[in-house]
C-alpha cells in the first residue's frame, strides 16, 4: 500500500511541473489571441507544438496550454517571427500557431 501511495504522490508532483522554458529569443515572440493584432504583420508560416498532456492522470490542461505557448514562442524567434496565434485547439497535447513578424527586425 505504501508504495501505491509513493507512486501516486510522484505522479502528482511530476504532473505539476513545468517541463518546457523559453529561451532568450523565444522571450521576444508574444502569443496574441485576436486575429485583428495580426492583420498588418507578415505570416512567416507555421509552427505545430506537442508536449506531453497524460502522466498516469491528464495533466492541468493550463499548464499544457503555456508549454505549447511557450515552444511555439522558441520555434517563432528561430524564424525571426516575434508574435504567434493559436490557430487550433489542444488536442491530445498537441496545438498549431501562426508565426508572423508585426515589427521591424532589429540588425
Given amino acids: 500500500m505504501k508504495k501505491i501511495l509513493i507512486a501516486v504522490c510522484s505522479c502528482l508532483i511530476l504532473s505539476s511541473c513545468t517541463w518546457v522554458k523559453v529561451t532568450s529569443k ?9 486575429a485583428r493584432v495580426v492583420q498588418p504583420c507578415k505570416k512567416l508560416g507555421k509552427v505545430e507544438t506537442k508536449v506531453v498532456s497524460k502522466i498516469v492522470f491528464n495533466r492541468d490542461q493550463e499548464k499544457v496550454a503555456g508549454e ?5 514562442r522558441n520555434e517563432a524567434a528561430l524564424i525571426n517571427g516575434d508574435t504567434i496565434i493559436p ?6 497535447g498537441r496545438r498549431s500557431f501562426d ?9
Fill in 68 to 72: 505549447l505557448a511557450d515552444l511555439a
Fill in 26 to 34: 523565444g522571450e521576444g515572440v508574444r502569443l496574441v489571441q485576436s
Fill in 99 to 107: 508565426v508572423y513578424q508585426c515589427f521591424p527586425t532589429r540588425m
Fill in 87 to 92: 490557430v487550433s485547439e489542444i488536442n491530445e
